[in-house]
């Protein structure tokens, strides 16, 4: 059974569930995890107290997708366009782990509800 985590921003919640890569496991053991929103088009990232070795690297994921980017050490959401992006695709800077997928909140993100800067909590839920 995939593990289920939630992504919380002030009133903002997002659910999602785990991989089983051994990117999600690491991250899972750091679990709660505090950081500061940084927008990237329609990316949201921060940098985590984590590092590990690239696994299945891509740069162009799926809307909905959480990827970790080893380059920069952060925890990445996505879901659309970034600036890397070429026509509709959804484009890291560079190769990422995908490890997780969110399975409810997509629209808190579509309409922008968390801007760069704001409190990022991650936990298991």
């Known amino acids: 059974m995939a593990k289920k985590i939630r992504i919380i921003s002030g009133e903002n919640v997002l659910e999602a569930e785990l991989n089983d890569s051994k990117t999600a496991a690491g991250i899972e053991k750091l679990l709660p995890i505090k950081g500061s929103a940084n927008r990237w088009g ?19 994921v799926e809307k909905g997708d959480l ?16 600036p890397a992006s070429v026509g509709d695709e959804i484009r890291a800077a560079s190769d990422v782990n995908v490890f997780g997928k969110i399975t409810s909140g997509l629209d808190i993100l579509e ?3 968390i801007k760069s800067g704001d409190p990022i909590t991650i936990e298991l839920a």
């Open 42 to 60: 329609k990316e949201i990232y921060f940098s985590i107290n984590f590092s590990t070795d690239y696994e299945n690297p891509t740069e162009v």
């Open 67 to 82: 990827a970790f980017w080893p380059a920069g050490n952060a925890f990445c959401i996505f879901w659309g366009r970034t």
């Open 111 to 113: 309409e922008d509800k």
